[in-house]
């Protein structure tokens, strides 16, 4: 297009440069109003072509990052088990000191733990059956359940 323009200004009249220059810039005009026609119908398609791409590295992305979350979150949750089962062990044990301290001062103070009051119960039933016996009569069923009552509370 240069070259064609330099040929025309050097062996042609000031009319004829015009004349030219006017068909160039039609031409050229013309071209931009084709490549906009082109880039408007083509930019759709290429538009939906980048969405689909988009949501194809997204859904790697998704993938990797998930992986990566899993490999991370394993190590954490073993730990967190292991501290858990330390808790654990460690309030099983303040709660089996308390309960024998516990014990220990009611001992002391003198209250029956409840095997001793089951004991006595027991106790009471066969005393309660031998004196019957001794009576001549045979036990009667309401001691028993006396001495079952006693020994719940």
Wanted: zero cysteines; proline letters at 2%; charged letters at 30%.
């Amino acid at each position: 297009m240069v070259k064609k323009l330099k040929a025309i200004a050097a062996g042609a009249s000031d009319n004829q440069l015009a004349g030219t220059i006017r068909d160039s810039a039609q031409q050229i005009w013309l071209a931009g109003l084709g490549a906009f026609g082109k880039a408007q119908e083509e930019g759709v398609k290429v538009f939906d072509a980048l969405v689909k791409e988009g949501k194809t590295l997204e859904s790697r992305t998704r993938k990797f990052a998930e992986a990566g979350v899993g490999a991370v979150k394993n190590p954490f949750a073993k730990a967190a088990g292991h501290a858990s089962a330390r808790a654990t062990a460690t309030w099983d044990k303040l709660e089996q000191v308390f309960e024998d301290r516990v014990a220990r001062a009611l001992n002391k103070l003198g209250v029956p733990t409840n095997r001793d009051i089951q004991n006595l119960a027991k106790r009471v039933e066969e005393l309660t059956a031998s004196v019957q016996m001794l009576g001549g009569g045979k036990p009667r069923g309401g001691a028993r359940k006396g001495a079952k009552r006693a020994a719940k509370k």
